[in-house]
């Protein structure tokens, strides 16, 4: 049995992508944040987004793009406090913003991608980002349900990949990446090498292949990949 090849243009990855969709965007600041795929989504104008990321990014770097185009109408994150115009625009009521603890943003994340739907945790009882979440007495605690998160897409950046989509992340490029890449029904990746499928040993492999839908092999990097040096 062949494998298929899923390489394909970055016009053609972003081009699946609709109005009004849900997207998952990996990274942590810069480390496997997807600039190109976001640079894309910028030129192609896609509107009333969805999007799901650690952090808003900096002022002209990243998603920051998209904020500033109005392209986004939703962001679940776990915090804007380096990015000054999502502050504004928050405040504005032009942006609305769902926070989220880190952990709990990964595990709800990981709770999409494992088929769950929700789970029960203490992590922010009786805090703001509890507040109109069912809460549920379990063995005499008070427990908040956190839903699971999926969505339409994810942007994924992968240092290495195969034809076929297994992946491998640089050190801490990896962290909300696999995650992501699990939890969507169309994982869109960007890649700075491709090789040929067999070339990556199994124990390099933090991605395999089938959670993978679209592959992008990247040319020379923009600035903004080279703000943090892996």
Excluded: W
């Amino acid at each position: 049995m062949s494998l298929p090849d899923k390489s394909t243009s970055l016009e053609e990855a972003i081009g699946r992508i609709p109005d009004g969709a849900r997207i998952l965007i990996g990274g942590f600041g810069v480390p496997g944040t997807p600039f190109a795929l976001i640079q894309e989504l910028l030129r192609q104008g896609q509107q009333s987004l969805t999007l799901v990321k650690n952090d808003a990014n900096e002022t002209g770097l990243g998603i920051d793009h998209l904020l500033a185009s109005g392209q986004v109408e939703r962001l679940i994150t776990t915090h804007i406090g380096l990015n000054p115009r999502a502050i504004e625009l928050m405040n504005a009521g032009k942006l609305q913003v769902e926070f989220c603890g880190q952990g709990i943003l990964a595990e709800r994340l990981h709770a999409g991608g494992a088929g769950l739907k929700a789970f029960l945790t203490d992590i922010g009882v009786g805090t703001e980002l509890a507040v109109g979440k069912p809460h549920q007495e379990l063995n005499g605690e008070t427990l908040v349900l956190e839903t699971a998160l999926r969505a339409d897409f994810a942007l994924i950046h992968a240092d290495t990949a195969d034809r076929f989509g297994n992946l491998r992340y640089a050190a801490t490029a990896r962290n909300f990446n696999p995650m992501m890449a699990m939890a969507a029904d169309c994982a869109l990746v960007e890649t700075e090498r491709m090789v040929e499928l067999g070339a990556l040993a199994p124990d390099d492999i933090h991605t395999p292949g089938p959670f993978v839908d679209h592959l992008v092999e990247l040319g020379p990097l923009s600035q903004e990949y080279g703000l943090v040096r892996r």
